[in-house]
T-cell receptor
Framework: DTEVTQTPKHLVMGMTNKKSLKCEQH?????MYWYKQKAKKPPELMFV???????INESVPSRFSPECPNSSLLNLHLHALQPEDSALYLC????????????FGPGTRLLVL | GEDVEQSLFLSVREGDSSVINCTYT??????LYWYKQEPGAGLQLLTY?????DMKQDQRLTVLLNKKDKHLSLRIADTQTGDSAIYFC??????????FGTGTLLAVQP
């Protein structure tokens, strides 16, 4: 089983709202990732968690706040977003951090009004 | 540098072979990947190749790697309409990063 699940599938939020994206995997992977993908562009790495600790933050604005409550779950907390933050947010996981194959979830399509 | 380039668009007829090309610049990459993304969906891992290999075949998919020229290709035999999607190559480099190519939109005409 190489399944990564994400909820919700779609999200519409105003610029003053607070919302969270959720990602889950039960493959025993110890590295989890958040990517942002704009239309017709490749995914851009946002954050990497390695053994439940934040190991990479690609200079992401503080209105995005990641959290890794345990080795199976990854959250992305959203607050005071801008319309340009509208995108597909993809979660991925890999067995161990480093040069291991990453498996992606279906994504959450976010629209900020 | 960390640039991975792909041609933007490829159109083929159903039943023909498709060849999608990718060039990368980081010679330290160890694995190179092909992902498929259908409209509105996440990325599906298709196949990968280790950098010390020059070819890998997996059913209808053939990956060729020319490490000297830093060139990677994906050949899809007997292309079907269900193969229509965006295809991304990606290289894994130091730390935990995947560097994605610009993506190639494959359109399969019936």
């Amino acid at each position: 089983d190489t399944e990564v699940t994400q909820t919700p599938k779609h999200l519409v939020m105003g610029m003053t709202n607070k919302k969270s994206l959720k990602c889950e995997q039960h493959m025993g992977h110890r590295a989890m990732y958040w990517y942002k993908q704009k239309a017709k562009k490749p995914p851009e790495l946002m954050f990497v968690y390695s053994y439940e600790k934040l190991s990479i933050n690609e200079s992401v604005p503080s209105r995005f706040s990641p959290e890794c409550p345990n080795s199976s779950l990854l959250n992305l907390h959203l607050h005071a977003l801008q319309p340009e933050d509208s995108a597909l947010y993809l979660c991925a996981s890999s067995q161990v951090p480093g040069k291991e194959t990453q498996y992606f979830g279906p994504g959450t399509r976010l629209l900020v009004l | 540098g960390e640039d991975v380039e792909q041609s933007l668009f490829l159109s083929v007829r159903e039943g023909d072979s498709s060849v999608i090309n990718c060039t990368y610049t980081d010679s330290s990459s160890t694995y190179l990947y092909w992902y498929k993304q259908e409209p509105g969906a996440g990325l599906q891992l298709l196949t990968y190749i280790f950098s010390n290999m020059d070819m890998k075949q997996d059913q209808r998919l053939t990956v060729l790697l020319n490490k000297k020229d830093k060139h990677l290709s994906l050949r899809i035999a007997d292309t079907q309409t269900g193969d229509s999607a965006i295809y991304f190559c990606a290289e894994s480099i130091r730390t935990n990063k995947l560097i994605f190519g610009t993506g190639t939109l494959l359109a399969v005409q019936p």
